[in-house]
């Protein structure tokens, strides 16, 4: 259940401030991270939630958005940040 809800918590926050939709055609992979790291702070949610989406982040501005919106490395990233609470 914890996991369910933690997994729907990344894809919100991932949505968001990944703004695909809301950059349309201006979208670039560096731009979640940029994003990101300015409003980081402003939201109240877990550290280790907060670690892992810049994780995720890093990895899009790097990789692109294909090769890291993988179920397996969203489940990594989860087991690093997340897995031993």
Not at 7 to 35: A, C, H, R, V
């Amino acid at each position: 259940m914890i996991a369910r809800l933690l997994k729907d918590i990344f894809i919100k926050l991932m949505s968001n401030y990944g703004g695909i939709t809301y950059q349309g055609k201006n979208w670039n992979k560096e731009y979640p991270l940029t994003y990101w790291k300015k409003e980081r702070e402003k939201l109240f949610i877990n550290e280790k939630l907060k670690d892992m989406l810049t994780e995720f982040f890093t990895q899009v501005s790097i990789e692109g958005i294909d090769k890291v919106l993988t179920r397996k490395n969203v489940q990594e990233l989860y087991k690093k940040y997340c897995g031993n609470s």
